[in-house]
Every structure is written in structure tokens, then in C-alpha cells.
């Protein structure tokens, strides 16, 4: 390292070579045979649909603080890092490219074709992700470097699947599931997202060019058959009826009994749909089973008229249009153009009844935002019941604990109403289900999947074929791969297991496993952290780590959730490296927003950025995400406080660059030292330094973040910056001072070692940069880099109660000093005066006196006077303000003092006075306050009550004093 420090802080030249060289020295790698307590961490795999956003960046900068600290403590720490290959999202992605770049589908492509697209997707923007977690700082071991569809992870996703296949956990049902009509297929019950709405209201749908109306519902006839009638009846999706197969009446309303078996007759496709009133359904034609229908359910449920889809028909395509089973003059319509379609025509075979607004919820998928359809469709599920009793008593016991503590409420809750998990997804990108489907020669029907029992779940196609042969025995078949994919979560639910080489019996499984800490953000706690729990216990044997860590979400500063329609997503390399205006509206171009989406993304980033985001560099980026994780469930991020960090990181590096300057190039710190035998200022600070400490340590195992960050910033800056360089600086001017010189540097370099050393898992670039730079004592082996370290811990006889006493007496003092400066000298602020302290009482007459030396600095005056009450006699003409009850600061005004003025400042002290004690005597004289209320109370009541009248006896003599000068 160069001996000459640049004047100015620059992020960029900081930053730019740490982290090359700590990757190239191995110093992020663990190792599994080390005697160290392991500590693991898992990070959450980033979705390789693109870069890193700012949540990712918050994720990092936490888990990076933790790893660094627990790496500095003597563990032996592991932080894995690895990619999601994030199913639906990727799929879309691609899709989209192709679509703009080739107008062309993965259709027009085929599987093969598509996929490898999706894998040159892969290997192109899983190293932008890869780059951007490197100039987070984040110091992962990349040598255990992962991917989700890498092959030792699908050989651990095939591996539990054909376990709990084979436990009957896993298991394929013809079922209703939630179909999303533009990824055509199936999503799980949790990415559904459902909107209460009050009343007819136009909604965007993907994939139609006019808004479709909700919060309807709209009532039209059902003609009966043999001239009997009609019966109305009424739905919120019209469009539905026209798979409709039955028409229920609740058994307890006898009014329409005698309509039982009697048939209504479908208006468009001429089908007889039965009339059941005794609550059961069996429709010869189309059913599959009966239906009971108790009374026992909610009557609104089955009110007169009401149409249930009780027997079930698919009128719609996987990609949401009317099929041949819906009538042919609607086959081919999208869903909700049918919806139109359907309503014209019931009017105009005059079946139409009429429409009102109608409450309803709407579900629609996360991902796509599409409206969901209820499907009949055969899927894979697991059964989580057991699996979340397990995941539920972990929690229960203490075995796992979930912090922030509010969110075990919402864990209990969702895991005690768990169902069962739909995990195939009808996608060409993921892992592909292990399950062969076996069409025998002799099989009356021929379609895929035709008969349940047909299937064979195996690691590969060679055991399926052994298992069919086994089972169908002397019998022709032909083996065919289920065509669908695993659900996404399935895979990253196995993550703590399989990056340490689960299924197999590695040295890293016996080693991590499991691991110690799961931090991610609370949107995710059943997604993906409940999965790897269920998991985890499942095929682990225990639980997959011992704490969980739910950080907030992160939305702009106006408290919105980040969008790139709202123009408000932010890169953190933008924030690291700073952008103008100009680069943050090109990117918006770049990007996939429709042209009124882009316009109205212009105007935010304009009105939030007009000059763009200043370069703030990694370390400050860090520090204010970590800052803000005192913030409940959501972070409202402004630029501006980065920004504020950044400034800091400036005067962080001036002030270590002003310390060693101090030193002097010859200076060699001692191997210890005895702070008995330093000033009191050096006492003092690192006394207060050890504070510093063990508070931080405190916060940062009680996974407090934000406090712990915010103890090491107000050290550096309130305590190290302000008060003690400034207070140690008389001792290197002139001869005056040569013992407290010495003693001073010793002191300084003790902070700046340790201070930077506690600062470094929050800030690492600007933590190594500077403490590179320290001399280090003679005959000590220097370590490579200050990663290596160890964290600093409390020192016993650092701690000294009366130097920190007697400081903040001197601080109060100055700071009272300081403000009745600037009021009386105005623009001229560097100009001395001599100040007076009048003390109530002759210790803290003493403590002033004893630190003068460090009040003239502090507080930039000329002289300081000792004056004690009862002895002396107030200072006339002077300005003066109050620091406590003890003392009463004066300063000398040159000229005339404005008397009227001090006069009023007196008054309103004395009115304040006069209401504290007016409150305090209504205490005292209160009904049985002194059999009631204890005696150390009522002795502090009675101290507090002196002093106000003490203080009261004060302010009448100096006003009366006041007057007498306003009077000559």
C-alpha cells in the first residue's frame, strides 16, 4: 500500500481490487475438514431471468455482514452460492425474445429447440448475476458454486421425488387445479393472488385488447323441458354456463321438489342438464361420481336458482379459449370475449335476465397477472400433511426459531391449513417429472396418462423399464417420460440439502448440515421456507437450519412497491457506480414495457431522479440497506440517505487520514497498553469504544441489524470523530504536551485497528483499504487481510464509568457552549470569547475545572471561569443558557448585551419550571400517595421537587439581577 492517502474518498478507486484478490486467495473458502464450529448460510438462488435488483442487493449486504462477523468470530463459515433456474419466469422471458426478436413461439421451435435457448439465456445473464454479487462485496465460496439444474441437483430432485413416491407422499389425481391460460399450466394455490372487488369494475387482462368487466353477476334462464317453465339462475362467469351439466336446488328449500329428475335443456349445445333437489348429483352423460350436497353447507351456498358446476367439463382450451364441448357458434372465442358473446345471444333468444353489481374475489396469477381458470386436469401432488405437523413442531419447540417473532402467527396458521401441493407444471424449462407413462398394446384408450395405475416413477428410463416389465408382465407396452416439468419450488425446497451433495453421504453433508442461519425476505416464508423445512426434515433428518431471518420489503421512497411500469426499480449497480438521467431512461427503453407503460415510467424517473443517482460506491449501499432493516415489514428506500453514506465513507477516510498523519511514518503501536495511565480523553474513548463493542455484538446475535450498525456509525462519528480527535489535538501542538502526545497515538491507533475491524462485515472495501494502511506492532505476525481477524471484543479494564461520567458533563457543556455561540457571534463564528461555568455544587465545580483543556477545545472559547454557587456571584453582563440543574453556562459579549432579550429567555425557563413543579406537587398531594406509593419513589419525587425549586430560586435572583442592569 501506498504510504500518501488520495485527499478525497473515491468508491470507485476503493473498490475496484479488494475483491479479486480475496477471491484469488482462497479466503472465502471452507473447509470441511477445519476443527472450527461451522457456521452455513444458503444463499437464496437469484432467479437467472436477468440482473440483480435491489431486494437481492439487501439480501446480500445482510447475510455478507453476518458471514463476515462469524468468519472474524473463529467459525468455520460457509455462505453457498448458487442460481435458481426459475421455471415460469425464465420460460416467459425467452418466450418474449423470441417472440420480439424472431416472431416466433417455443411451438414453432419445439422442446429441444426451445430449451437450448433458454440454456444460452442461462449462461449469459447467470454471469451478470454472478459479477453483481461480486461488487456487493459478497464473499461467497464460489468453488461450491451451484445451479438448480446442474446435475448433482437434479440427481437430488429425482432422488426425493422417487422417495416420497415411494412413501406415498407423492401421488397423480385428476383434480381442479388453478390454470393459467397464458403460461398454459398449472400454479400452486399460493401464487394466486386474489382482489376483493366491491362492483362491476374493468380490469387490464393479458392477452385482450379491451378491459373485461368483474363484479357482475348476471341472471339468465334455463327453458325446462316438456314445456314445464324455466329457472333462473345467476353467475359471475357467464361464459361458464356453457359447460354447465347440472343445476342444483339446496334440498331444504321444498318449494322446487317437485322438479327432481326433471331436466333443464342447454340454449347452445342442446345438452339435458338434470335437476337435483335431495343433494345428490349423478349425471349419466358427463359425470364421473356423485356429489353430496348437506344441509350442513351455508344455504347461501345453494340458494334457489343458484348454478353450481358440480359435475365438472374443461369448455376451454389450455390457452383460455371456448373448445367443441361449449357449442360450436362459440368454439375458437377467448373466454372473455365469449363472456360478450354469450350474454348477446341469451338475449337474443330472450333468456337473458338482467345484471347487478356483485362482490367477488378474483384470483390471478402472480406471475402473468392472468385471470385464473378452475381446470379439471391430472397433476402430481405431495401430500404435506405430515411433513407440516413436523415443520409446525419445530417451531413449537424452539428448535427452529423464526425472527421477527410475528411472523411463527402466520407459520402456524398457514401450515395448520396446508393442502396438498400441486408440483407439475405443464412447462418446457425445468426438471422433467421422473415418471414413464406405460401404454400397453391391448389398451382401449391411447392418450397419455388414460389410466392412474399406468404410471412408473424411476431415477432414469432404464429402472422404469425394469419396473414395467416387473408389473406387466408377458404384456407389449411402450414407455413415454411425463412431458411436464417440476414446480420450481420443488427443487429450491431441497437447496440446503442438495448444495451440500445430498443424496450422496459428502464430507460438506456431514459437515454443514444443517445449516445455521436462512435469511430472506418474509414474501417467501411459504414458497420457499416452509418447503425446505417440510423437506429438509423429510429426506434430512432434521431441520434444514436453526434460525430464519425474514427481512422487509423494499419499496421506493414514497412507500410503493417497486415496478418497472412506475418507472421506480433500481439497479444496485446504479446506485454503486452512479447514472445519469439519460442512462436510467435508456434502460427503460431497452426493457419490454408497452409504450404507455413507458411513458408513465419516464415521468416517475424523472420526477424521483432529475439528475440521475450519484456513484455511491458497495460499502455505503450496504450500510444504508442494513440501516433501514429496523423498518417492520417494509423498507421505503430513499436515494438520498446512500448518498448520506457516502459522504460519511468521505469523512471516515479523513479522519483516518488525519490520525495517521498524527502517527508519523516511525510510529510502532505497542503490543498492549494501560489506559489507567493515558489523559482522561483516551480513557474516556476507549472506554467508550468497549462499549461500542459489546453492544455490537449484542445486537448483531440477536439478529438486530440496524442497531448494531447504528452503534458502530454513532462510535466513528459522535465519539471518535467529533469529540476525540478534536479534544487530543492540543497535545501535538508545540512541547507542552510530549507524555500526552504519545499516550494520544497509542489511543488512536487501538481505534482505528479495532473500530475498523468492527466496521468491516458492514463495509468491507473501505475497512480493508484503511486498515492496510496501519502499522502494526513489532514482532507481530500481520495478517493477509483484516477479513482474517478477529472480531474485536470488550477488554476488561478498557471499561471506566467515571471517565464516561465525567465526559458527558464536559459534552453537555460544550454543546451548551457551542449553541450560545452561534446566538450571540451570528456570522462570526470563529472568533473566541471567554465563557464562565456556575456549578450548584463543588463536584461539579471540580469536574469542569479538571477538563478544561477539553472544553476550551471543544467548545472554540478563550477562557473558562469556575464560578460555585453560594460563593460566588453570577457574571454580569453576559448571555447565558442552561446545561442542567448543576450548571449554568455564561459567555462574555463584546459591546452592549441585549438584557431584554436574556430577560425572556428566563421567563419561559421559569414558566417550564413552574409547570414541572405544578405536576409534580399534584403527585405529591394526590389521595393516599403516601400510603400508596412507594418510599424510594416518593424520596425521588421529593429530590426532583427540591432541585425545581433550587432551579426556581436561580432564575428569580438572575432576573431580578437582569432587571436591575435593564433599570440603570
Known amino acids: 500500500m501506498s504510504k500518501q492517502m488520495a485527499k478525497q474518498y473515491s468508491p470507485t478507486a476503493v473498490e475496484k481490487s479488494w475483491y479479486p484478490w480475496w477471491e484469488k486467495s482462497g479466503f472465502f473458502v471452507a473447509d470441511a475438514k477445519s476443527s472450527k464450529p461451522p457456521f452455513v448460510i444458503v444463499l437464496p438462488p437469484p432467479n437467472v431471468t436477468g440482473a440483480l435488483h435491489i431486494g437481492h442487493a439487501l439480501t446480500t449486504a445482510i447475510q455478507d455482514t453476518i458471514i463476515r462477523w462469524r468468519r472474524m468470530s473463529g467459525y468455520n463459515t460457509l455462505w453457498v452460492p448458487g442460481m435458481d433456474h426459475a421455471g415460469i419466469s425464465t420460460q416467459v422471458v425467452v418466450e418474449k425474445k423470441l417472440m420480439r426478436e424472431q416472431k416466433l413461439t417455443r411451438h414453432d421451435l419445439g422442446r429441444?429447440?426451445?430449451?437450448?435457448?433458454?440454456?444460452?439465456?442461462?449462461?449469459?445473464?447467470?454471469?451478470?448475476?454472478?459479477?453483481?454479487?461480486?461488487?456487493?462485496?459478497?464473499?461467497?465460496?464460489?468453488?461450491?458454486e451451484c445451479f438448480t439444474m446442474d446435475d448433482k441437483r437434479s440427481k437430488a430432485?429425482?432422488?426425493?421425488?422417487?422417495?416420497?413416491?415411494?412413501?406415498g407422499l407423492i401421488y397423480r389425481d385428476l383434480r381442479l387445479v388453478n390454470w393459467d391460460c397464458v403460461l398454459r399450466t398449472a400454479i400452486s394455490d399460493i401464487e394466486v393472488d386474489y382482489t376483493d372487488i366491491k362492483e362491476k369494475t374493468p380490469l387490464e387482462v393479458p392477452g385482450y385488447k379491451n378491459p373485461v368487466e368483474f363484479g357482475v353477476l348476471t341472471s339468465f334462464a334455463y327453458p325446462l323441458e316438456e314445456g314445464l317453465g324455466e329457472i333462473v339462475v345467476a353467475t359471475t362467469r357467464v361464459e361458464t354456463m356453457l359447460g354447465d351439466t347440472a343445476i342444483a336446488i339446496h334440498p331444504d328449500d321444498t318449494r322446487y321438489s317437485h322438479l327432481h329428475g326433471k331436466f333443464a335443456i342447454h340454449p347452445f349445445n342442446g345438452r339435458k342438464l338434470p335437476i337435483v333437489c335431495d343433494g345428490i348429483l349423478v349425471d349419466p352423460n358427463f359425470g364421473t361420481g356423485a356429489v353430496k350436497i348437506t344441509p350442513a353447507h351455508d344455504p347461501n351456498d345453494f340458494e334457489v336458482g343458484k348454478r353450481h358446476n358440480l359435475e365438472f367439463i374443461n369448455v376451454f382450451t389450455d390457452d383460455g379459449k371456448i373448445n367443441s364441448n361449449g357449442g360450436s357458434e362459440f368454439e375458437?372465442?377467448?373466454?372473455?370475449?365469449?363472456?360478450?358473446?354469450?350474454?348477446?345471444?341469451?338475449?337474443?333468444?330472450?333468456?337473458?335476465?338482467?345484471?347487478?353489481?356483485?362482490?367477488?374475489?378474483?384470483?390471478?396469477?402472480?406471475?402473468?397477472?392472468?385471470?385464473?381458470?378452475?381446470?379439471?386436469?391430472?397433476?402430481?401432488?405431495?401430500?404435506?400433511?405430515?411433513?407440516?405437523?413436523?415443520?409446525?413442531?419445530?417451531?413449537?419447540?424452539?428448535?427452529?426459531?423464526?425472527?421477527?417473532?410475528?411472523?411463527?402467527?402466520?407459520?402456524?396458521?398457514?401450515?395448520?391449513?396446508?393442502?396438498?401441493?400441486?408440483?407439475?407444471?405443464?412447462?418446457?424449462?425445468?426438471?422433467?417429472?421422473?415418471?414413464?407413462?406405460?401404454?400397453?398394446?391391448?389398451?382401449?384408450?391411447?392418450?397419455?396418462?388414460?389410466?392412474?395405475?399406468?404410471?412408473?416413477?424411476?431415477?432414469?428410463?432404464?429402472?422404469?423399464?425394469?419396473?414395467?416389465?416387473?408389473?406387466?408382465?408377458?404384456?407389449?407396452?411402450?414407455?413415454?417420460?411425463?412431458?411436464?416439468?417440476?414446480?420450481?419450488?420443488?427443487?429450491?425446497?431441497?437447496?440446503?440439502?442438495?448444495?451440500?451433495?445430498?443424496?450422496?453421504?459428502?464430507?460438506?453433508?456431514?459437515?454443514?448440515?444443517?445449516?445455521?442461519?436462512?435469511?430472506?425476505?418474509?414474501?417467501?416464508?411459504?414458497f420457499w421456507v416452509a418447503r425446505m423445512v417440510m423437506l429438509g426434515i423429510k429426506l434430512g433428518g432434521d431441520v434444514p437450519f436453526r434460525y430464519v431471518y425474514l427481512h422487509p420489503m423494499i419499496r421506493d421512497a414514497h412507500g410503493r412497491k417497486?415496478?418497472?411500469?412506475?418507472?421506480?426499480?433500481?439497479?444496485?449497480?446504479?446506485?454503486?457506480?452512479?447514472?445519469?438521467?439519460?442512462?436510467?431512461?435508456?434502460?427503460?427503453?431497452?426493457?419490454?414495457?408497452?409504450p404507455r407503460e413507458l411513458v408513465v415510467a419516464k415521468a416517475g424517473q424523472k420526477k424521483d431522479f432529475p439528475n440521475g443517482i450519484a456513484e455511491c460506491g458497495a460499502?455505503?449501499?450496504?450500510?444504508?440497506?442494513?440501516?433501514?432493516?429496523?423498518?417492520?415489514?417494509?423498507?421505503?428506500?430513499?436515494i438520498q440517505r446512500v448518498v448520506g453514506y457516502r459522504q460519511w465513507c468521505n469523512k471516515l477516510w479523513n479522519a483516518v487520514r488525519f490520525a495517521m498523519s498524527k502517527l508519523g511514518e516511525d510510529y510502532v503501536p505497542p503490543s498492549s497498553i494501560n489506559p489507567e495511565l493515558m489523559p482522561f480523553s483516551c480513557k474516556w474513548i476507549l472506554s467508550i469504544l468497549n462499549g461500542a463493542i459489546s453492544e455490537t455484538v449484542t445486537s448483531l446475535n440477536s439478529f438486530e441489524f440496524s442497531a448494531a450498525a447504528s452503534t458502530v456509525y454513532s462510535w466513528w462519528q459522535y465519539q471518535f470523530c467529533d469529540v476525540f480527535i478534536e479534544a487530543i489535538k492540543p497535545y501535538f501542538v508545540g512541547d507542552a504536551f510530549i507524555s500526552e502526545r504519545s499516550s494520544a497515538q497509542d489511543a488512536l491507533w487501538v481505534c482505528l485497528e479495532n473500530g475498523l475491524r468492527l466496521l468491516h462485515p458492514f463495509m468491507p472495501f473501505v475497512?480493508?483499504?484503511?486498515?492496510?494502511?496501519?502499522?502494526?506492532?513489532?514482532?507481530?505476525?500481520?495478517?493477509?487481510?483484516?477479513?482474517?481477524?478477529?472480531?474485536?471484543?470488550?477488554?476488561?479494564?478498557?471499561?471506566?464509568?467515571?471517565?464516561?461520567?465525567?465526559?458527558?458533563?464536559?459534552?453537555?457543556?460544550?454543546?451548551?457552549?457551542?449553541?450560545?455561540r452561534a446566538e450571540v457571534l451570528g456570522k462570526q463564528k470563529?472568533?473566541?470569547?471567554?465563557?464562565?461555568?456556575?456549578?450548584?455544587?463543588?463536584?461539579?465545580?471540580?469536574?469542569?475545572?479538571?477538563?478544561?483543556?477539553?472544553?476550551?477545545?471543544?467548545?472554540?472559547?478563550?477562557?473558562?471561569?469556575?464560578?460555585?454557587?453560594?460563593?460566588?456571584?453570577?457574571?454580569?453582563?453576559?448571555?447565558?443558557?442552561?446545561?442542567?440543574?448543576?450548571?449554568?453556562?455564561?459567555?462574555?459579549?463584546?459591546?452592549?448585551?441585549?438584557?431584554?432579550?436574556?430577560?425572556?429567555?428566563?421567563?419561559?425557563?421559569?414558566?417550564?419550571?413552574?409547570?414541572?413543579?405544578?405536576?409534580?406537587?399534584?403527585?405529591?398531594?394526590?389521595?393516599g400517595y403516601q400510603e400508596k406509593v412507594p418510599s424510594h419513589i416518593q424520596e425521588e419525587n421529593a429530590a426532583k421537587l427540591a432541585k425545581l425549586l433550587q432551579e426556581c430560586e436561580f432564575f428569580e435572583k438572575e432576573s431580578s439581577r437582569l432587571e436591575a442592569e435593564m433599570g440603570q
Open 332 to 526: 375458437g372465442m377467448l373466454r372473455f370475449e365469449a363472456r360478450v358473446a354469450v350474454t348477446e345471444a341469451l338475449q337474443k333468444k330472450g333468456l337473458y335476465r338482467g345484471a347487478k353489481n356483485n362482490e367477488m374475489r378474483l384470483g390471478r396469477c402472480s406471475r402473468s397477472n392472468d385471470v385464473i381458470e378452475p381446470m379439471i386436469k391430472p397433476q402430481w401432488y405431495v401430500n404435506c400433511k405430515s411433513m407440516a405437523a413436523e415443520g409446525l413442531g419445530a417451531v413449537n419447540s424452539g428448535k427452529l426459531e423464526i425472527i421477527p417473532e410475528q411472523y411463527k402467527a402466520e407459520w402456524r396458521r398457514w401450515l395448520e391449513g396446508i393442502r396438498d401441493w400441486c408440483i407439475s407444471r405443464q412447462l418446457w424449462w425445468g426438471h422433467r417429472i421422473p415418471a414413464w407413462y406405460v401404454a400397453l398394446e391391448d389398451d382401449e384408450l391411447k392418450e397419455l396418462g388414460s389410466y392412474n395405475d399406468h404410471w412408473i416413477v424411476a431415477r432414469d428410463e432404464k429402472e422404469a423399464l425394469v419396473e414395467a416389465s416387473k408389473k406387466f408382465s408377458g404384456k407389449k407396452f411402450e414407455l413415454c417420460q411425463d412431458p411436464d416439468v417440476l414446480d420450481t419450488w420443488f427443487s429450491s425446497g431441497l437447496f440446503p440439502l442438495s448444495v451440500l451433495g445430498w443424496p450422496d453421504d459428502t464430507d460438506d453433508l456431514k459437515t454443514f448440515y444443517p445449516t445455521s442461519v436462512l435469511e430472506t425476505g418474509h414474501d417467501i416464508l411459504f
Open 767 to 820: 475497512t480493508e483499504e484503511l486498515w492496510q494502511r496501519l502499522p502494526q506492532p513489532s514482532g507481530y505476525t500481520r495478517k493477509e487481510s483484516i477479513m482474517l481477524c478477529e472480531y474485536p471484543s470488550p477488554v476488561e479494564n478498557w471499561t471506566n464509568e467515571k471517565a464516561e461520567k465525567e465526559m458527558k458533563t464536559v459534552e453537555s457543556t460544550v454543546k451548551c457552549l457551542r449553541s450560545l
Open 562 to 594: 417497486m415496478s418497472k411500469s412506475l418507472g421506480n426499480v433500481i439497479d444496485p449497480l446504479e446506485v454503486i457506480n452512479g447514472i445519469s438521467l439519460e442512462g436510467l431512461q435508456k434502460r427503460l427503453e431497452e426493457g419490454n414495457l408497452d
Open 157 to 167: 430432485v429425482t432422488e426425493a421425488f422417487v422417495l416420497l413416491q415411494k412413501e
Open 112 to 144: 429441444e429447440a426451445f430449451v437450448s435457448e433458454v440454456w444460452k439465456w442461462k449462461d449469459k445473464y447467470g454471469g451478470t448475476i454472478l459479477r453483481q454479487l461480486r461488487r456487493l462485496g459478497a464473499s461467497l465460496d464460489w468453488s461450491r
Open 619 to 638: 460499502d455505503a449501499l450496504r450500510f444504508a440497506l442494513v440501516s433501514y432493516t429496523a423498518q417492520s415489514d417494509k423498507i421505503n428506500l430513499d
Open 830 to 927: 470563529n472568533e473566541r470569547l471567554p465563557a464562565f461555568a456556575f456549578c450548584q455544587t463543588e463536584e461539579v465545580a471540580e469536574t469542569i475545572k479538571s477538563h478544561e483543556l477539553e472544553i476550551l477545545t471543544l467548545a472554540t472559547i478563550s477562557s473558562l471561569k469556575v464560578l460555585l454557587s453560594g460563593r460566588d456571584d453570577a457574571p454580569v453582563g453576559c448571555a447565558f443558557d442552561t446545561v442542567n440543574e448543576e450548571v449554568k453556562i455564561y459567555l462574555k459579549v463584546q459591546g452592549a448585551l441585549d438584557a431584554k432579550q436574556e430577560l425572556g429567555k428566563i421567563k419561559n425557563k421559569m414558566a417550564d419550571i413552574e409547570k414541572q413543579k405544578e405536576k409534580l406537587e399534584k403527585v405529591i398531594n394526590a389521595t
